[in-house]
T-cell receptor
Framework: LAKTTQPISMDSYEGQEVNITCSHN???????ITWYQQFPSQGPRFIIQ???TKVTNEVASLFIPADRKSSTLSLPRVSLSDTAVYYC????????????FGKGNQVVVIP | GAVVSQHPSRVICKSGTSVKIECRSL??????MFWYRQFPKQSLMLMAT?????????EQGVEKDKFLINHASLTLSTLTVTSAHPEDSSFYIC?????????????FGPGTRLTVT
């Protein structure tokens, strides 16, 4: 399974844009990049998924450079309720899409 | 759409007993379901992959005879923890993949908190 590396934690003030980076040097050609959000004692919640360039939905944007070895999740104007662990994952490309969760990034939004 | 449920949400059992956890995809057919385990302050660890109608594929180090997985239909997978011990206490989470072309996102259930006394 492809590995990902993220900063362990980061703080941000309410109302700011938060950019969370992820490294995935061993990403395979047919792997997608997916980001999840997890609150304590809950299952992860799907945020966004992309393959290359830029993807935007109603909650976030995902930036993927041409070499696809990294990606950046951008959360516009975060609120206190965005305090959570954010996971970046890549599919292993074998059709079953087994996902290996890394340690994730604990984002704390400060008032 | 894409809702996954788990039952029960929490369970307490005595050491040596077995516990069954259900995972259901409520509004889509899941060709593949996954089971994860998460210990406090740690990340999710993939335990096994189950495809409807076939035997589950377990990750290295996960005992298949202890964690029995059945995926009898396209909307239901069950995980049975047999002869549970206190070290099996954990947060068990399932996910389901719809198998639709063009995307490979998984949708996760809310998790089941297992406490073995």
């Amino acid at each position: 399974l492809a590995k990902t590396t993220q900063p362990i934690s980061m703080d941000s003030y309410e109302g700011q844009e938060v950019n969370i980076t992820c490294s995935h040097n061993n990403i395979a050609t047919n792997d997608y990049i997916t980001w999840y959000q997890q609150f304590p004692s809950q299952g992860p919640r799907f945020i966004i998924q992309g393959y290359k360039t830029k993807v935007t939905n109603e909650v976030a944007s995902l930036f993927i450079p041409a070499d696809r070895k990294s990606s950046t999740l951008s959360l516009p104007r975060v609120s206190l309720s965005d305090t959570a662990v954010y996971y970046c994952l890549v599919g292993d490309g074998d059709g079953n899409n087994r996902l290996a969760f890394g340690k994730g990034n604990q984002v704390v939004v400060i008032p | 759409g894409a809702v996954v449920s788990q039952h029960p949400s929490r369970v307490i059992c005595k050491s040596g007993t077995s516990v069954k956890i259900e995972c259901r995809s409520l509004d889509f057919q899941a060709t593949t379901m996954f089971w994860y385990r998460q210990f406090p302050k740690q990340s999710l660890m993939l335990m096994a992959t189950s495809n409807e109608g076939s035997k589950a594929t377990y990750e290295q180090g996960v005992e298949k005879d202890k964690f029995l997985i059945n995926h009898a239909s396209l909307t239901l997978s069950t995980l049975t923890v047999t002869s549970a011990h206190p070290e099996d206490s954990s947060f068990y989470i399932c996910s389901a993949r719809s198998g639709l072309a063009g995307g490979v996102e998984q949708y996760f259930g809310p998790g089941t908190r297992l406490t073995v006394t």
